[in-house]
């Protein structure tokens, strides 16, 4: 699997392009499903993403640094966390 992260110059925004891998499609359209399921998703993921960038808690592909999550698995917790107490369904 190869990564390669870029950033839009004109908006900022970040990116990483994953090739090789096939279930990175699968992952993203499983995270669009609860997004649709329940419209409060996105901004808790977003903001929950805003809140570990700084704390180098979200950046699991650069080299030496500290051990930490990809977005993928701060989403996995965050609508697991939300089916426990029942403000998701599955």
């Known amino acids: 699997m190869e ?31 609860y997004c649709d399921i329940s419209p409060v998703l996105r901004p808790i993921l977003f903001s929950i993403k805003e809140w570990a960038k700084p704390l180098q808690l979200n950046c699991p592909s650069t080299p030496y640094a500290m051990v930490s999550f990809s977005s993928y698995a701060f ?13 998701l369904e599955s």
Request: aromatic residues 6%; positive net charge.
């Open 3 to 33: 990564v390669v992260k870029f950033i839009d110059k004109k908006s900022g925004l970040e990116c990483d392009l994953n090739v090789n891998e096939r279930l990175g499609i699968a992952n993203s359209d499983l995270i669009k499903q």
């Open 75 to 87: 989403a996995l917790m965050t609508i697991g966390f939300l089916q426990v107490r029942s403000f």
